[in-house]
């Protein structure tokens, strides 16, 4: 296998045919390609609802283009989309269906999967969310000592926790009303500085676990309901007194399916909303997870999130596949994974607002096509999963872009901008616009990206000849540009959406099932396992293997056990 190439007798026809076109093009550079097709930068783009995406700046032709198009028609692409979208059970590990794009259906459409409707349920939970949002909201729902609720804590980990952070952070400026803090890390560093000078009695905590069982959510909602009844001088033992009960259950709502569990914790079922096992916790932000957002948007914002999602989950189920935006990015995706041997994808919003968007990617990419056995269990015999990451502009420029610019890898880049801000100052000079100034930079960058600056043309300025070579800027690195009218409700969904498809369509052609996340099981059982070692009376004598016995060992001397 060579860079990351499938074994010959593996290949399909149109996977040799790219191989073969690989051999002819990679050396061709960016410039040339601009040079032999003038029209390139407003030809090579594709508009998917609000946004506009130029992935002119890549290292592809139009013949490049027709090939990989012929490789998402041989691997059947839009028959696995068409599946999806009507139900089909595609995570075939879990035999479950695949419908984060239903949690976005208008009310009044109807999807029937294995008998049942789901829009309406779906609807029947946003209308439950939107009652609880708009009473919190308002004021009209008090807390324990009649006061109403002016911070909500959002306690999961995952998908229950990057998303409804990200999107918090990204629609800061729609927010209103209440603010929302996050707790999700194990270490208790996170839970005491989210929670430190906060007042129990106008706190309002939502519990997200789907089965409610994940060790660090409750681990975390335990000791937030703790810090609310000593905060309110009410006892906190393990049982909780009919005082501490009617106190939870006027500063606790819980996002689960296990109406047990929650109750046990001391939640009322009445706050409990629901999802469902269609619903992936990546894909899950527009679902009843994303509460804490609802609370800080409102209603109507949050609808208008659903409706971006849904534009674009038009635009992918509509489009032919050449003119198919995460189609598009998908299939550029797996030509440099797969044939130019790059590894990662940076991602970088000129927008510090979507400061969390490229974390939030981390999780939808990399859980959902880290995988090295195809759907049917046989192993892989290319490279799958993109390693996504990323900072905003301009601050990523100040630390990572030498290495993009000047580095000997590979990273093709995603840039993100808006045409309009939602906040705006003057220079320092106060002849110019702060947003303009960060948008000249993305452009800047990817221009510098995809052209570069030769030799000669150092030497034409009148560059020392000694630092020619280190001012040689040698281009050809690729990049897409995402290009929206404004950071809204709508658009984030839109961004979402594209993404979400993107890693779909790279599944496909890699055989592979996006929506199972295995890999992540075992390190939690093993956690749950050592436990017992390190708190234990006894010092353990074999933990299996040399290296964790001792480090357990070490780590019991220093805690005195």
């Not at 239903?102 to 939107?130: C, K, Y």
């Not at 000078?197 to 000791?223: Q, R, Y």
């Amino acid at each position: 296998m060579t860079n990351g190439q499938p074994h010959v007798t593996d290949e399909t026809p149109a996977w040799a045919a790219l191989r073969s076109h690989y051999e002819d093009i990679h050396d061709v550079s960016i410039r040339t390609l601009f040079a032999d097709d003038p029209e390139r930068g407003a030809r090579l783009t594709v508009d998917a609802a609000d946004l506009h995406v130029d992935y002119s700046k890549h290292r592809v032709d139009d013949e490049t283009l027709d090939l990989l198009v012929a490789l998402a028609e041989e691997r059947g692409v839009a028959q696995h989309r068409d599946a999806m979208l009507r139900g089909d059970r595609i995570n075939t590990s879990e035999d479950r269906s695949v419908l984060h794009t239903a949690l976005r259906l208008p009310e009044g459409s109807s999807l029937v999967v294995d008998g049942v409707d789901v829009v309406p349920e779906v609807h029947g939970v946003l209308r439950s969310m939107g009652r609880f949002a708009d009473d919190v909201r308002s004021g009209a729902w008090r807390g324990h000592t009649g006061k109403r609720i002016a911070t909500v804590v959002n306690i999961g980990i995952g998908g229950s926790d990057l998303g409804p952070v990200m999107t918090y952070r990204a629609l800061r400026s729609h927010a209103d009303t209440v603010d929302i803090r996050f707790i999700s890390n194990a270490d208790p560093a996170d839970a005491v500085a989210r929670l430190d000078g906060l007042d129990p009695e106008t706190t309002l905590v939502i519990v997200v676990s789907k089965t409610f069982s994940t060790i660090e959510t409750l681990t975390n909602a335990t000791a937030a309901r703790r810090w609310l009844l000593d905060g309110l001088g009410i006892d906190s033992g393990e049982h909780l007194t009919d005082e501490a009960a009617a106190a939870v259950s006027k500063h606790f709502a819980a996002v689960s399916t296990h109406e047990g569990r929650v109750r046990g914790f001391g939640i009322d079922p009445a706050n409990m909303f629901g999802f469902w096992d269609w619903v992936g916790g990546r894909y899950s932000v527009d679902s009843a997870v994303g509460l804490s957002l609802m609370l800080a948007i409102g209603v109507d914002g949050f609808h208008r999130f659903l409706a971006g999602f849904h534009a674009v989950d038009e635009h992918f189920a509509t489009a032919p596949l050449h003119r198919n935006a995460p189609v598009i990015a998908a299939l550029l995706g797996v030509w440099y994974t797969n044939f130019f041997g790059s590894e990662s994808r940076a991602v970088l919003p000129y927008s510090n607002d979507l400061k969390r968007f490229p974390a939030y990617l981390q999780q939808l990419t990399m859980e959902s096509n880290g995988k090295s056995v195809r759907s049917d269990g046989t192993p892989v015999h290319s490279s799958t999963g993109e390693i996504y990451w990323g900072e905003p502009g301009t601050n990523g420029q100040h630390a990572f872009y030498q290495l993009l610019h000047q580095g000997t890898r590979l990273i093709p880049v995603d840039f993100i901008g808006f045409v309009e801000p939602n906040d705006d100052l003057p220079t320092a000079d106060g002849t110019e616009m702060m947003h303009d100034l960060l948008m000249s930079n993305l452009f800047a960058q990817s221009k510098v990206l995809a052209f570069g600056r030769t030799a000669d043309e150092i030497r034409a300025e009148g560059t020392d000849e000694a630092l020619v070579p280190h001012k040689v800027m040698p281009g050809n690195r690729p990049s897409t540009t995402i290009l929206a009218p404004r950071l809204t409700p709508s658009v984030l969904g839109q961004l979402i959406a594209l993404y979400e498809h993107t890693v779909f369509v790279e599944g496909v052609i890699w055989g592979i099932d996006s929506f199972d996340q295995w890999g992540v099981e075992l390190g939690k059982q093993q956690a749950i396992e050592l436990m017992p070692a390190l708190t234990g009376s006894e010092s353990p004598s074999d933990l299996g293997d040399s290296s964790t016995t001792e480090l357990v060992r070490r780590y019991r001397a220093g805690r005195g056990r």
